[in-house]
């Protein structure tokens, strides 16, 4: 069955950086585009990046352009988000999800890992 | 951006009652709204894709409907398990994709 586990998340200070990853298994990795979503404390869902299968195209939430970057290696079946300048509200747990059609660049998305925390503070 | 719109915020209900709740797209969306179920301390659960289509595995007491700007997920006949937050999501404008604040639905 499809598994995405993140990790990466950890406490860091602000306009520090930090990567995550989130590992892929159960699926053809390489042909499903990606997401990060995350969720601050308390709060609701906000989706932040997207990746198509083939990693030509990425898109990002107006919160995050410029200071992330969201990859893929489908050789190794990972999924990154590299995290720059990083602000007291990008404080969240870091989800990755799975596109639910193959070859789709926006649809529902129908597995999601169990999330990683990010937490910037000095 | 399309803003998306959820109500009622909060919702307290008895076992076996019925449960609506909306989402308000601030513009014309065609289908393309899915619903997700996130219990305490888990991650969010795809429940029903482009509006009406049942995700495989979850149960048929809960389905979808709307298009356009005005969307319903109902849950017919709640369990007990079914206590969670429901968000609305929208995948129609890339790339602005957004989620509803969510809806908590409390039982009593």
């Known amino acids: 069955q499809v598994q995405l586990v993140e990790s990466g998340g950890g406490v860091v200070q602000p306009g520090r950086s930090l990567r995550l990853s989130c590992a892929a298994s159960?699926?053809?990795?390489?042909?499903?585009?990606m997401h990060w979503v995350r969720q601050a404390p308390g709060k609701g869902l906000e989706w932040v990046a997207l990746?198509?299968?083939?990693?030509?195209?990425?898109y990002y939430a107006d919160s995050v352009k410029g200071r992330f970057t969201i990859s893929r290696d489908n050789s190794k079946n990972t999924l990154y988000l590299q995290m720059n300048s990083l602000r007291t509200e990008d404080t969240a747990v870091y989800y990755c999800?799975?596109?639910?059609?193959?070859?789709?660049?926006?649809?529902?998305?129908?597995?999601w890992g169990q999330g990683t925390l990010v937490t910037v503070s000095s | 951006e399309v803003v998306l719109t959820q109500s009622p915020d909060f919702q307290s209900v008895t076992p076996k009652e019925t449960v609506t709740i909306t989402c308000r797209a601030s513009?014309?969306?065609?289908?393309?709204l899915h619903w997700y179920q996130q219990k305490p301390d888990q991650s969010p659960k795809l429940l029903i894709k482009?509006?009406?289509q049942s995700f495989s595995g979850v149960p048929s007491r809960f389905s979808g409907s709307g298009s356009g700007t005005d969307f319903t997920l109902t849950i017919h006949s709640l369990e007990p398990e079914d206590a969670a937050t429901y968000y609305c999501?929208?995948?129609?404008?890339?790339?602005?994709?957004?989620f509803g604040g969510g809806t908590k639905v409390e039982i009593k």
């Open positions: 990746i198509s299968d083939d990693g030509s195209n990425s």
């Open positions: 513009q014309s969306i065609g289908r393309s």
């Open positions: 482009y509006a009406s």
């Open positions: 999501h929208q995948s129609s404008s890339l790339p602005g994709l957004t």
């Open positions: 159960g699926f053809i990795f390489s042909s499903y585009g």
């Open positions: 999800a799975k596109e639910g059609t193959a070859y789709d660049l926006a649809g529902a998305l129908d597995s």
